[in-house]
Antibody, heavy 118, light 107 residues
Framework: QVLLEQTGAAVKRPGSSVKVSCKTS???????ISWVRQVPGQGLEWVGG????????RYAPKFQDRVTITADETTATATMELNSLTLTDTAVYYC????????????WGQGTLVTVSS | DIQLTQSPSFLSASIGDRVTITCRAS??????LAWYHQAPGKAPNLLIY???TLQRGVPSRFSGSGSGTEFTLTISSLQPEDFGTYYC?????????FGQGTKLQIK
């Protein structure tokens, strides 16, 4: 059974950065990992993703300038760092493991609430 | 970006009802579409991919159809655990995009 375990909730100041990690267990770390966020009361929004084997991350244009997504094969952990936080970045951030052949989001982490507050 | 528009945005139905949700894409995406269900306070759960393939472990009352720009998700006989929000997602290009969601309430 594949499990994705994310780091805990964080409270950040506007202008700062946040790192959220996602450790995979119970399966191989050979599938792409996507990050999806959900602002309270709103829908799902794809932030970006990375394939541990093929390296180059892909980002949604909205986040392109301030997000970095990496994958570490040695620890089976993917990490998302979001910079220049504003109040509107308050959201639950999910990591999700994609399928082998299709970018379907088969397994999800539990979500990490990031609160941006002054 | 490929835009996905779901209809309706809100839906109220009774246990045992047949329910249909539509997802329209702003351009043709063949059958590269997935459906997810999100229960309140939980992470989304994959139901269907490539428009009509049922994910392992998903009950057979769920079905999907469509190709190109119009897709449907059908629940043949609504169960209490089916309430929550349903999202479609296109798998055809970057950035990956989701529909705005359909909130299903049980009457």
């Amino acid at each position: 059974q594949v499990l994705l375990e994310q780091t805990g909730a964080a409270v950040k100041r506007p202008g700062s950065s946040v790192k959220v990690s996602c450790k995979t267990s119970g399966g191989t770390f050979t599938h792409a990992i996507s990050w999806v966020r959900q602002v309270p009361g709103q829908g799902l929004e794809w932030v970006g993703g990375v394939h541990p084997l093929f390296g180059t991350p892909r980002y949604a244009p909205k986040f392109q300038d301030r997000v970095t997504i990496t994958a570490d094969e040695t620890t089976a952990t993917a990490t998302m760092e979001l910079n220049s936080l504003t109040l509107t970045d308050t959201a639950v951030y999910y990591c999700a493991r994609e399928g082998w052949e299709l970018p379907i989001l088969e397994n999800w982490g539990q979500g990490t609430l990031v609160t941006v507050s002054s | 970006d490929i835009q996905l528009t779901q209809s309706p945005s809100f839906l109220s139905a009774s246990i045992g009802d047949r329910v249909t949700i539509t997802c329209r894409a702003s351009q043709g995406i063949a059958n590269y579409l997935a459906w997810y269900h999100q229960a309140p306070g939980k992470a989304p759960n994959l139901l269907i991919y490539t428009a009509s393939t049922l994910q392992r472990g998903v009950p057979s009352r769920f079905s999907g159809s469509g190709s190109g720009t119009e897709f449907t998700l059908t629940i043949s006989s609504l169960q209490p655990e089916d309430f929550g929000t349903y999202y479609c997602q296109q798998l055809d290009g970057y950035p990956r995009t989701f529909g705005q969601g359909t909130k299903l309430q049980i009457k």
